[in-house]
């Protein structure tokens, strides 16, 4: 097991071809504010792993491989590429994907996956309440804490009307 127990997991759903359709739906419930999370570009996800501290450490990626093109993406990047490690398809099943997206020491979600909130919704009763990344929103306060509004450069936070952000 080369990915210790320090891993960021990132689940990667399409959902044949919903997953632009449900994100816009989302963001008119004014859940999210972006459709990033469809496309899970790498400057996306280091964004979301740069402002946690976490863009060396190991990636994990489950997806449903209906867009190649993104996964390719990610695992060639020159920053995140080497960290990136693909969960074969033949190994994909929703129960493994699960323990591994609720053990990992982040989570990158899908919004617009019923598994992905889950994941988020179990990490929260974990107590991994600062480490979920589901249902974001681009931090208007740039350079402030989330919970604080005081010393952080992240540019994306969970959004606080969230089912994740709720369960706190």
Known sequence: ?????????IHLRWLSGQCPWRVKKLIETGLLDTAA????????????????????????????????DIVERL??????????????????????EMMLGMLSSAFIGQ???????????VRLAFG????????????????????TNEGSDAKWIENPKSMCSMLK
């Open 1 to 9: 097991n080369d990915l210790g127990d320090d891993y960021t997991a």
């Open 37 to 68: 999370s469809c496309e899970m570009s790498a400057s996306f996800v280091k964004d979301i792993l740069k402002s946690s501290g976490r863009l060396n450490k190991p990636i994990l990626l489950f997806t449903d491989y209906q867009r190649p």
């Open 111 to 121: 919004p617009a996956s019923t598994l992905s909130t889950n994941i988020g919704a």
């Open 128 to 147: 991994y309440d600062d480490s979920n990344y589901v249902f974001l929103q681009q931090n208007k306060k740039e350079g402030t804490d989330k919970e």
């Open 75 to 96: 695992a060639q990047d020159r920053t995140i590429g080497e960290q990136v490690k693909i969960i074969p398809k033949a190994s994909m099943n929703v129960f493994g």
